[in-house]
């Protein structure tokens, strides 16, 4: 039975690190989290040498003051375990658990997550500390739960030392049995890759041209990483829940590499995440058309979401972001940090922590400003912070436990992650198209899922979303696509874009008409397909509804070829050798409808769709929105005590909006109707 997030109230809080001051600040700093209405404390999760100062001799003095103390004050703590950083004493006696780079260089210590998940040794002295930790912790009335390391994969999620080698070798006997089964799936045929013994198989390992591995050896070795890394978790998770049976246990992602799903399923209450919206300024793309910017992170929270409705934010953004090198951010501007708080909980935050109380004086994390400054005077950020708390502590309570309504959402699988990752000829396509897919829901108010097709999905699971899009899952097993079909013919409508269907989950191509295990769904064949790139000239698609209406058929092209009959052409190509032929279909099968569009998305293409799909704002009946404004929902299980809608503008300027019914704001009280105006970044919770 999983525990809650918040039973009581929202959890505000923020991330602490004791060990870092003076002991005469915490009292002032304990003071001051209250006064600011936070409830929540992390601390922990890097302090191994201050826990264990030398092998084997465990000391409590300095965290059991600066917890007791916390609890005094009335605040909860969340104790990090502090696996993500391996004292010196630890890395120099035993070198073996260092990680090593995919080219055999050693990482040292110097930096954090320099470990890896094989070396039995690391994982005993991991046990060890956990271990004295939940004995010394697991009863605290101050501690409400546990971070597991930090941030799993973050960094790095790839590990070539001796250990993974013999460990990946172990995990694929287990998989496959015999090497004869093994050769076959990675069809290592080809180019003279057979083995003939068991020591001859490694992880991937640099060969004459730079990181050009088998492609199913490369995907297995991703599938071997994720299993490793909660095997690696599971052991701290099964300790804390055998000796602080009372507390709860989370740990923060989400990182490549790692089916958090499962990570989630088998080990956590919840799931957590760090969320830093201003990310987006680093990876700006300025030729992009519409960017969402520090809205994107709505993607990710919804990515989030699907691992767990109701979660955590561990670390929210809260000032300039920086390490002394890299990722220089600039600083939210007022409002900013309150919009992004309020953004997470529309998705689904019952309990979010800033990062970090205080900015640190010193180490890699200077330019990594928390609320205070480092002359710990009052300023615009905690007078903020101070807002949210008094804020929170008001509405949170008719906010937690309820959870995100949708009746669309975006699919995504690990698989086509993984594999993706190394395969050009559709990877990227993903990432691009559901940002696109997002972008043009969001500019029309249509709240959105993203879910995760596992070997676990059900049919019910599927059938709660009206429509489904899986934009280039290139592998499908027959299973899925059977699944699949089943949500159609019960009334589903699903769209999938190009370079659908055609690999099996070997990741080897289907001898079959593509879209291969999609084909007989689709009611299409494709007759032709190219990249469109280099020499190609960029290609458009006319619309049948309207065929002046050209959107840009980007990056692919599926040349498709109508085969069922109950196939109507929605839209054909407009350029090039293939003008005229289908370039998206539509597929009436059973009581729902099946789409194929040949190309990589983009938003235009998308608006042009969701009419056909019966999409449209959940709040189009009572709600005019300008597109700079997101809407989200979040109802309780009992949907007709209401739901909250919340509204947040992520401009600076002032957006006008139109309340056709009358709604109560619960952050300021007042009942709101007709021409509203609501400010730059400013928030609205409607009831
Ligand atoms: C991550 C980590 C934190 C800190 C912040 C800022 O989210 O979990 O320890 O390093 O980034 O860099």
Redesign the pocket.
Known sequence: MKRPVATEQFELGV?YYPEHWPEAMWADDYRRMVETGFTVVRMG??AWSVFEPEEGKFQFGLFDRAVDLAHSYGLKVIMGTPTATPPAWLTEQYPEVLNVTYEGVTLQHGM?RHYNYSSPKYRELCAAIVTKLAEHYGNHPGIAGWQID??LN?EVNEFYSESDHLAFREWLQHKYETLDKLNEAWGTVFWNQTFTRWSQVHLTRPTPSPKQPNPHQALDEKRFISYNTISFAKIQADILRELAPGQWVTT?GLFGHLDSHELNEELLDFFSY?S?PQFSSIYFDPAEENPLRDRGWSLSLSAVRSISSNFCI??QQSGP?G?VNR?DMPSPKPGQMRLWTYQSIAHGADMLLY??WRTATMGN?IY?HGLNDYHNQPNRRVKEAAQIGKELAQIGKSIIGSVTQASIAILRDYDNEWDGEYDNWYGPFMWQSNKEWFKALQHKHIPSDVLYMRSSTTLEELSRYEVLVYTHPAIMSDETAALLDQYVQQGGKLVFGCRTGYKDTRGQCYMRPFPGAAQEMTGITVEEFTMVKGTRQPTSISWSHDADILTGADAFNDILHVEADTVEVMGSYASDYYAGKPAVTRNKRGQGEVWYYGAVFNEQAVLQMLPALGLDSPAADWLELPPQVELQIRAGADKSAGSLTFLLNYSEEPAELLLKQPRTDLLSGQTLSGAVTLQGFGVLVLQ
Do not use: P, Q, V
Request: proline share 0%; aromatic share 26%.
């Open positions: 991330c999760e890097f954090r930090n941030e973050c923060n760090d830093y561990m670390e972001g390490w990722m990062f970090r994390e990594w």
